[in-house]
């Protein structure tokens, strides 16, 4: 069941793909998450160098046999960065799945399709993915309103950008933003994704690298514990609600200028909140999803949990009597 | 195929219930709903007295014998409104399904549930849905932040709202908010919802009472073309973007006090552009799904193509195999 095109040229058991995450999705997560049937994928730019990206899809080699991809985010960055030699790093080190974003990867198809490259890129309206189509990406994950980073400025959700993107181009559709759990799932493939696209869930595992703090916060928060920063710039960010989220949306209500706010922000980046679990000084980035989440599972624990109330979600809803909706004293017995 | 707690309560064979849309709201379309084995429901206060209310109550019984309710919305109007009247008004024309929204119907339970009224209530949070359900409501109806009208101020998608509200009431939950087709019904009961809503859909119907020119504006719109208003009053609305919005918004971002804004809103309100086509002369309730809405089929033909659509979606996903998504051009075939 949930065999999908996406399953089939990512060669995972799956549906499941864990979204590049900066900071979070390291070596350990990435192989958990690949080793448990789905994709995991690193971030490029977590390494702040191409040596210790290289060193890092090392490791992730040596933890799993399963193939795993690489996050290159095409956004203007905080900090200068030489993104060719990046690509080179991946194509070099032997990964053929690179999950793009923030831009359009035009530039680099090239580059990475001659190295056999499979390319999924992410975005947040109907009009990139078909971009994303016409340059010869092979997926496109699309990102709902609800998503964790950054939504773009249209507010779209996932339960209406997903059948328009399906609508809209012939390569499969990924889902993201928003899930979480296996009704997710199943409402995603319903919907005619061929995948689901997961960050903010899969920070609250056992093997996610952030300190307990950061992941028994994720529990605790309510799915209207985000907010929406750097809106008045239209370069909009979903962040956790916390202290730093707070001080930037007063700061930019206020009439702070972009330069000031984005000091502020980078200073609160990085991986200083994660490691020490000083959840209020610095921003995490999760999705209205975070209100889903009650426990922190192993990765293999929560994916196996998860196609298994898909499964049992799907035959539900394709068998006959009364429809008995799943819930989450289901989940828990 | 279907078949929920929603579908035997209210003793009809689809799980489509037609949400109340002032001036939308009428005979015509909400017998047509009932007819085709969904839940019409009238709107109360588009009559601007009780013995309007309780004439189209009869014309309505007149053009089916199937069940149908009708939707009282306890909120703040732009006129007085005596709703004791109204809901003496439904009891007594022996409507035994009411849809209430805007504020908790508490004070208005004991009579309605005396006289073996069904309750549905509509709400924006899952705080409200508890309330509904501690009050003796009979399912709750939840409206995530794509809906038409009033979206409420946290912006949470029908995705995540669903499965909270699924998990936090034991009665059943009705998905209203960003459906419009077979594979939207699918996702909802996938969510754990046992029915959807849908009004915006509704509106480019055959029977829906509006000019041609008004459903033909809804084909042309995309998933952008909704605007949120009053935000900055937190009394959000979401209308499909016209001249009359952008003028509405542009007061708004200059500074203009509530009363004058609900004076032009209120003067652009009603009947008028439904009924003259003018279609940049009003306001217009929609929904984002108003960018998956290509035709105006009659409510019969709608009705019957999602539920179709609906049971190949839950067969596909429930069967062995590659997974095949269901796209547009599948159900135009």
Redesign the interface.
């Known amino acids: ?5 996406v399953t ?1 040229f990512l060669g995972i058991n799956y549906p499941i793909i864990q979204g590049g995450m900066m900071w979070v999705s390291r070596a350990e997560l990435v192989a958990a998450v690949s080793n448990a049937g789905g994709l995991g994928i690193l971030s490029a730019f977590t390494f702040s160098n191409t040596k210790d990206l290289a060193a890092e899809i090392e490791k992730t080699r040596g933890l799993t046999d399963k193939p795993f991809g690489v996050n290159i985010t095409l956004m203007p960055t905080f900090r200068p960065v030489d993104i060719d030699g990046y690509i080179d790093t991946v194509i070099d080190s032997g990964v053929r799945i690179v999950e793009t974003a923030g831009r359009s990867p035009e530039p680099y198809m090239e580059r990475l399709k001659s190295a056999g490259v499979k390319v999924i890129h992410k975005c947040t ?2 009009r990139f993915a078909r971009t994303a189509q016409r340059i010869g990406c092979d997926a496109v994950s699309i990102d ?3 998503c964790a980073g950054h939504p773009g400025e ?8 997903i ?2 993107t ?2 809209a181009v012939e390569i ?2 990924i889902a993201s ?3 979480g ?1 296996g ?2 799932l ?9 995948a689901v696209n997961m960050g903010t869930r899969f920070m609250a595992t056992k093997e996610a690298p952030a300190h307990l703090r950061v992941k028994e916060l994720l529990i605790s928060s309510s ?2 514990d985000t907010v929406l920063l750097l809106r008045s710039f239209r370069n909009t960010m979903r962040m956790l609600r916390n202290a730093t989220a707070g001080k930037v949306l007063e700061l930019e209500r206020q009439g702070s200028d972009i330069h000031q706010l984005e000091k502020l922000i980078s200073g609160k980046a990085g991986l200083g909140l994660l490691e020490s679990g000083d959840v209020d000084n610095g921003l995490i980035s999760v999705g ?2 975070v ?2 989440i009650h426990d922190i599972p192993t990765v293999k624990e929560l994916i196996e949990s998860i196609i298994k109330e898909a499964e049992e ?3 539900n ?7 008995k ?5 289901d989940v828990t017995e």
Chains 1, 2 share one sequence.
């Open positions: 069941m949930f065999k999908t095109r089939e309206a109907v709902g309103f609800e249209e507010d779209v959700t996932s339960l209406v950008l059948p328009l399906v609508d499969p559709v933003g928003g899930f759990d009704r997710g199943v409402a995603a493939l319903a919907l005619g994704a061929e799915e209207r209205q999803v209100g889903l979600v799907a035959s809803l394709a068998g006959a009597g009364v429809f909706p799943r819930r989450l004293t």
